[in-house]
């Protein structure tokens, strides 16, 4: 296992563009999460998967956010109808306790 | 609604001087955890600090966690410029989902 991976490492898309990112945890972790770094800032929650349930979503996952983990295996988020104030680093992580989240290598979105 | 500040924001240092990075964080919790980001990368996990008390060492940094005054330090003892980073903690929401909380954190430079 090599960790938690996470496709592609960059994305450049035009405005009003969807994209998609995907994240492949560690294969035993059933916890599954999504941050956002802008920067100068730190990571902030975006949503959580126990298994293929999501469990919670934070309020800055908008209606133009959508996030899966279809049989509790990998994940998608996706952003349909992009803004320039999506440009972000995207991080998922992924945990088999209730300590010791382990990170993917983020993915980082330029919206122009 | 758990908060994570940190201080300094930015913190700028000679070679081989010690200094001092404080976490306050808002509700009960009794873990806290120390990450380091490069630029442009992912989060490396620093420190897992389980318990009131918890003092561990790694090199030329170490952390503590004050369950009770809500603080969590991070010392750099002699610092060398390889130590030039981003350095968050983070505190774990007890609600149900353990999503980490993160501060803003505090980025460091050691000038040679």
């Known amino acids: 296992d090599t960790g938690v991976s996470q496709n592609p490492r960059h994305k450049i898309t035009k405005r009003g563009q969807n994209v998609t990112f995907r994240c492949d945890p560690i294969?035993?972790?059933?916890?599954l999460y999504w941050y956002r770094q802008t920067l100068g800032q730190g990571p902030e929650f975006l949503t959580y998967?126990?298994?293929?349930?999501?469990?919670?979503k934070s309020r800055l996952l908008s209606d133009r956010f959508s996030a899966e983990r279809p049989k509790g295996s990998f994940s998608t988020l996706e952003i349909q109808r992009t803004e320039q104030g999506d440009s972000a680093m995207y991080l998922c992580?992924?945990?088999?306790?209730?300590?010791?989240?382990?990170f993917g290598s983020g993915t980082r979105l330029t919206v122009v | 609604e758990l908060k994570v500040e940190q201080n300094p924001l930015f913190l700028s240092m000679q070679e081989g001087k010690n200094y001092t990075i404080y976490c306050n964080y808002s509700t009960t919790s009794d873990r806290l955890y120390w990450y380091r980001q490069d630029p442009g990368k992912s989060l490396e996990s620093l420190f897992v600090?389980?318990?009131?008390?918890a003092v561990k060492q790694e090199g030329r940094l170490m952390a503590s966690l004050d369950t009770k005054a809500r603080l969590s330090t991070l010392h750099i003892t002699a610092a060398v410029h390889d130590l030039s980073a981003t350095y968050f903690c983070a505190s774990w929401d007890t609600s149900g989902t353990y999503k980490y909380i993160f501060g803003t954190g505090t980025r460091l430079k050691v000038l040679a």
């Open positions: 992580a992924s945990s088999s306790q209730e300590y010791g989240y382990t």
């Open positions: 600090l389980l318990s009131n008390g």
């Open positions: 998967f126990q298994n293929e349930a999501q469990l919670e």
């Open positions: 294969s035993e972790h059933n916890r």
